[in-house]
C-alpha cells in the first residue's frame, strides 16, 4: 500500500496570504488528523476528519481550517498567514475506529515572509 | 490527557541495547502506552504500544511497571538508523484519534 502522501512538500508564503496543504491518506483509512510542528512548541494537533466530518479540534484559531473528500483526501487551509505559521505541517491517517495507529507523512514545510 | 516525562536526550553506542525510560505517574486505567518515533526530516512513525504486560514486536519491545507509573522501550542492538526523538504518549482507546505528544526523548546513536 502507498503511503500517506502530501503536498507539496514545501512553500513559501508572505504575510497575509493563504495556503492550501493537502494530503491523500492510506487507501482504506477514513480517519485524517493535521498536526503542527514548530521547534518552540512541537508537534501540536490542529483537528481530525472522519468521513468528511470535523470529529475533533485542537486549541488553534479560526484561521486554520480543514475538510475532508468523500475519496478521505483532506485539505487545510490557513488564511491570513503570520510569521509564527511558518512550521511543519504533518497529517496522519489511520482506519477510523479509535485508537489505532496513526500514520504520518512526511509533511510539508511552509515558511511565511 | 495525562502527561508523560522522558528525559531530553540519551546516548547509546551502536549494536548495544537502549533503554529508554518513561514516567506517567498520572496514568489511568483506561490509557494505553504508545511510542512513536521520528527520525530525522520525516513524520513521526509508529513503534510499539500496550497496555498492562509487556510487549514485542520487530522494533522494539515495552517493558510496563506493575503499578503502570513508568515504562521503558527498549531497542535491543541499536543502529546508527535508530537516531531519532521518541515519544512516549498515553493514549485512550475511545474518545478520538488525537496524539498528545510531549518534547520525547533525542537519541543519539554513537558508532
Known amino acids: 500500500k502507498a503511503g500517506v502522501t502530501q503536498t507539496p512538500r514545501y512553500l513559501i508564503k508572505t504575510r497575509g496570504q493563504q495556503v492550501t496543504l493537502s494530503c491523500s491518506p492510506i487507501?482504506?483509512?477514513?480517519?485524517v488528523s493535521w498536526y503542527q510542528q514548530t521547534p518552540g512548541q512541537g508537534l501540536q494537533f490542529l483537528f481530525e476528519?472522519?468521513?468528511?466530518?470535523?470529529?475533533n479540534k485542537g486549541n488553534f484559531p479560526g484561521r486554520f481550517s480543514g475538510r475532508q473528500f468523500s475519496n478521505s483526501r483532506s485539505e487545510m487551509n490557513v488564511s491570513t498567514l503570520e510569521l509564527g505559521d511558518s512550521a511543519l505541517y504533518l497529517c496522519?491517517?489511520?482506519?477510523?475506529?479509535?485508537?489505532?495507529?496513526?500514520?504520518f507523512g512526511p509533511g510539508t514545510r511552509l515558511l511565511v515572509l | 490527557d495525562a502527561k508523560t516525562t522522558q528525559p531530553n536526550s540519551m546516548e547509546s553506542n551502536e549494536e548495544e541495547p537502549v533503554h529508554l525510560p518513561c514516567n506517567h505517574s498520572t496514568i489511568s486505567g483506561t490509557d494505553y502506552i504508545h511510542w512513536y518515533r521520528q527520525l530525522p526530516s520525516q513524520g513521526p512513525e509508529y513503534v510499539i504500544h500496550?497496555?498492562?504486560s509487556n510487549v514485542n514486536n520487530r522494533m522494539a519491545s515495552l517493558a510496563i511497571a506493575e503499578d503502570r507509573k513508568s515504562s521503558t522501550l527498549i531497542l535491543h542492538r541499536a543502529t546508527l538508523r535508530d537516531a531519532a526523538v521518541y515519544y512516549c504518549i498515553l493514549r485512550r482507546n475511545f474518545g478520538n484519534e488525537k496524539l498528545t505528544f510531549g518534547t520525547g526523548t533525542r537519541l543519539t546513536i554513537i558508532p
Open positions: 496522519a491517517s489511520s482506519p477510523g475506529s479509535q485508537g489505532e495507529t496513526q500514520y
Open positions: 487507501s482504506g483509512h477514513r480517519s
Open positions: 476528519y472522519f468521513s468528511e466530518t470535523q470529529r
Open positions: 500496550g497496555l498492562t
